[in-house]
């Protein structure tokens, strides 16, 4: 069996925040694979399939952000489950919009629901990292993951990324995080067209116009005698005065 997490705050009035990508995620895979409707067990809400074969719980811890360790490690100790069988979805200011690295295992890089997971289950878990962007200020952050995403987002990379994402679900259990990052980003950042390769240019000799022809030789011996005995003629009559 493995667990799913994603990190967001409960509610509608967050649901669309740059701080819940991770909820977001969460939610398109259960709709893309076909997940029951979710239950609340463990301070949180529990929905559980199956992908490419195997067991899978996905979890939205309902504590608040920052406590979304304690939901997380009830899990873990009631399903007996190894911190290596938890994937970790959630947003990321050091990362561009759209743009998402997976990895195990690492610091909490400020995130108060990663701290809070370190702190209750260990930092052994595989992380799904979503770029948000960042505001620019230190001081803005809080404000800023708590703002709903622009509407040019939601229709832009956002609706891009997260059928992506559920769709390389399976890639992500089978272990080849290389090849879901890089399906990823060339769904959100598709390289653009090759462009046509114009023709051939026409070279100067191609261009050139073709030579005159010369003259035709005579071409028979009769007709070659009969042309000197007309010069020879000619000269003669100059030389006579005629």
């Known amino acids: 069996m493995l667990l799913f997490v994603g990190l967001g705050n ?32 463990f301070q949180s809400t529990l929905s559980e399939g199956r992908i490419a074969g195997q067991r899978v719980l996905l979890q939205k811890p309902e504590t608040f952000m920052n406590e979304s360790g304690q939901a997380v490690g009830a899990a873990l100790r009631f399903f007996k489950l190894p911190v ?15 743009k998402v690295k997976v990895k195990t295992g690492g610091g909490a890089g400020g995130h108060n629901g990663l701290r809070s997971l370190d702190a209750h289950i260990g930092n052994g878990y595989q992380r799904v990292r979503i770029g948000i962007g960042h505001p620019g200020d230190k001081y803005a952050v809080m404000n800023y993951v708590l703002q709903d995403f622009a509407k040019a987002e939601r229709d832009g990379w956002l609706a891009d990324l997260l059928p992506a994402l559920a769709d390389e679900a399976a890639t992500l259990i089978a272990g080849d995080s290389g090849r879901v990052m890089s399906r990823l980003a060339h769904a959100v950042f598709p390289p653009p067209p090759k462009a046509a390769t114009p023709p051939a240019e026409e070279t100067a000799a191609d261009a050139a116009e073709p030579a005159a022809a010369a003259p035709a030789a005579p071409t028979t011996l009769a007709a070659a005698f009969g042309t000197a005995a007309r010069l020879a003629s000619g000269k003669q009559e100059d030389q006579n005065g005629f």
Do not use: C, W
């Open 84 to 98: 290596s069988a938890v994937t970790v979805f959630y947003d990321d200011l050091d990362l561009k919009p759209g």
């Open 10 to 41: 409960p509610g509608p009035k967050y649901s669309q925040n740059r701080h819940n990508v991770g909820f977001m995620a969460l939610d398109e895979i259960a709709r893309r694979h076909g997940f029951p409707a979710a239950r609340n067990r």
